[in-house]
């Protein structure tokens, strides 16, 4: 039985990834360690509740001594770090968290991984640390072009900074000591469980409330969009068949300009749900500062060497996720009335310390 160590498991990538693997996997425990920000959120979880191969911890990656403990109690297989400080507009109001959390979090983990898996003179057999890294290392991308695993590292944002730091960590452990990592760079991920600040979760719930839709600069800014459970699967398979100390971006040739994606949404639910729901909802505002206009990934590595590929195509993945945040209307309004996580925490049934 394989023992994961799953940070940031709270959160809208995380906890997509803790369903996914414990849908598909019988014989495999993950111990899920999130210090519950404002993004973490147990009702991700609910499905897993009863699981007795999910244990919650509530903690802080930067804590030596819990990972320590952890690490201990556990002797892990794997580390997935997807515990992050990820939003780039608050990255740009508080940039000393992103540092903290991304960057020192990353190097406990590290650190404390490799006190507990270095031999003498090697490392202990099938242990790997999988750091989940984002294309926003890569900067900003012109009008052609995409990011592949060799393009030159040229962050902008405080966020994308950081995580560029970390990669750069989790690099140096292997170059260094040669450590058993990977480190996978994702395009944007739109799905369920998404936090309401991000554009897609936020689009709708507003549409929803007849609320302004603020669309930064002039609209025309493309990301290059993927569905969240795609994007769990390639996490497994790195975690199994990626080349020791190898890069593997991930994204689904998706891109899209921000006002297209705004557009379908409301089209959708213009459509589907309420005729009041129109293009007189769309805002101009003033642009993000040191906005990025253009990510787009080129995934031929992690499909020629893995055979990942993405499944859901844009249009029937977003109408998936408009449906989901239709059909749970509950997990909205608990984040949105701020609660949430008392809430969920009171119900929650396994081992919380
Ligand atoms: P999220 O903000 O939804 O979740 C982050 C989770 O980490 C939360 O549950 C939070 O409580 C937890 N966390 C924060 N600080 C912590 C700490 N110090 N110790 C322990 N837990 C902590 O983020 P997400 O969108 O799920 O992103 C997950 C990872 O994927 C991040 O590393 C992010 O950089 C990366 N990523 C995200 C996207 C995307 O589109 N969302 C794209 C590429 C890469
Ligand atoms: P976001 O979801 O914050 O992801 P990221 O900044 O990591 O790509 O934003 C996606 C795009 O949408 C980005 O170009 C900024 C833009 N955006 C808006 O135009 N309005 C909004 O309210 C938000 C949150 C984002």
């Not at 962050?155 to 990592?181: E, G, N, R």
């Not at 500062?289 to 249009?315: C, N």
């Not at 408009?322 to 701020?338: A, Q, R, V």
């Amino acid at each position: 039985m394989k023992t994961y160590l799953v940070t940031g498991g709270a959160g809208f990538i995380g906890s997509n990834f803790v369903l996914y693997m414990l849908k598909k996997y019988q014989d495999i425990r993950i111990i899920n360690l999130d210090k519950l920000t404002y993004a973490g959120n147990l009702e991700n979880l609910e499905e897993v509740k009863h699981n007795k191969n999910h244990i919650f911890v509530n903690g802080d990656i930067c804590d030596k001594e819990l990972i320590e403990d952890l690490f201990q109690k556990y002797d892990f297989d794997y580390v997935v770090n997807f515990a992050a400080e990820s939003h780039v507009d608050r990255s740009i109001k508080e940039p000393e968290i992103f540092a903290k959390t991304n960057i020192i979090g990353t190097v406990n983990l590290l650190n404390v991984a490799k006190e507990s898996w270095e031999t003498q003179d090697s490392w202990k057999e099938g242990k790997k640390f999988l750091q989940v890294s984002t294309d926003e290392v890569y900067g900003s991308l012109g009008d052609t072009g995409f990011f592949t695993e060799t393009t030159p590292l040229d962050p902008h944002s405080p966020y994308s900074s950081s995580k560029t730091s970390a990669d750069l960590m989790v690099k140096a452990y292997y170059d260094t000591f040669k450590m058993p990592i990977n480190i996978t760079r994702c395009s944007n991920n739109y799905g369920p469980f998404q936090f309401p600040e991000k554009l897609i979760p936020l689009l709708i719930n507003n549409c929803l409330n007849h609320k302004d839709i603020p669309v930064y600069g002039d609209g025309l800014n493309v990301r290059d969009w993927l569905y969240v459970e795609d994007h769990c699967k390639a996490i497994d398979m790195v975690i199994r068949e990626g080349r020791l100390g190898e890069v593997y971006n991930v994204g689904g040739h998706n891109e899209r300009t921000n006002i297209a994606i705004v557009k379908t949404v409301i089209d959708y639910l213009n459509k589907n749900v309420d005729s009041a729901i129109t293009e007189d909802l769309i805002k101009y505002v003033e642009d993000r500062k040191g906005h990025d206009r253009r990510y787009g990934i080129d995934p031929t590595k992690i499909k020629e060497e893995l055979g990942w590929y993405p499944e859901t195509v844009f249009e029937e993945g977003i109408v998936k996720t408009i449906k989901w945040y239709l059909d749970n209307k509950e997990w909205m309004e608990h984040i949105t009335s701020g609660d949430y996580q008392n809430y969920y925490k009171n119900m929650y049934g396994h081992e919380i310390s």
